[in-house]
C-alpha cells in the first residue's frame, strides 16, 4: 500500500496502518533528528515526539504521495522547540551562581532537616482544622488572594471568610505557642 493509502486509513483511525507507516519512515526521522540533535537519546524522544504529533494531527493533514515530507516539517518543528528549550535550560543554568566546593554541607543539610520538621508540624497543625477552615487558611496564605475573591471561589460570603480565617490562624498559632513554651 501507498503512503497515500494508508494515510486515509489512519485517517479513519486505523492505528494499524499508523504502525506500518511508523516502520516505513522511523529510520528515516529518527535519523533525521540525530543530525539536527547529535544525540542518540535525544534524537529516541525526538522521533517519539514526531510520530505522537502526526497521530493528533491526523485529522487535519492531508498526505498526497509520501508520508515523509510531513514527517521532516514534524520534525523539523519539534527539533527546533528542542534546541530553544534546551537554550533556554543553559541560560537558566548559567544564572545560577556556581557552588563552592569547599562549603561544608553538613549545614545545608541540618537546615533542610529542621525545615521539614516544621513543615510536618504545620501540616499535622492543618490537618487538625476544619475542612473549610482550612480552605481558607491555604488560599489567604499560599495563593495571593483577597478575602472576596476567596469568597467569590468558594461560593461563600466574605464575612464567613473572615470568621474561618480568624479561627483558622488563631488555632494554628495558639498550637505553636504552645509548641514553643
Known sequence: ????????????????AFGQLFERHAQAVFAYCLRRTGAWS?????LSVVFLETWRKRASVVV??????WL????????????????RYEAALG????????DDHADDVARRVDAETRT?????????LSAGDREVLEMSAWSDLSQAQIAQVLGIPVGTVKSRLARAQHTVRGAFVEEAL
Open 1 to 16: 500500500m501507498t503512503d497515500e493509502e494508508l494515510w486515509g486509513q489512519v485517517r479513519a483511525g486505523d492505528g494499524e
Open 64 to 69: 498526497e504521495g509520501s508520508l515523509l515530507p
Open 95 to 102: 544564572r545560577v551562581p556556581p557552588h563552592d566546593a569547599d
Open 42 to 46: 535525544v534524537a529516541e524522544d525526538l
Open 72 to 87: 521532516y516539517t514534524v520534525a523539523l518543528g519539534v527539533t527546533r522547540n528542542h534546541q530553544r528549550a534546551r537554550t
Open 120 to 128: 510536618r508540624a504545620v501540616i499535622a497543625e492543618l490537618e487538625k
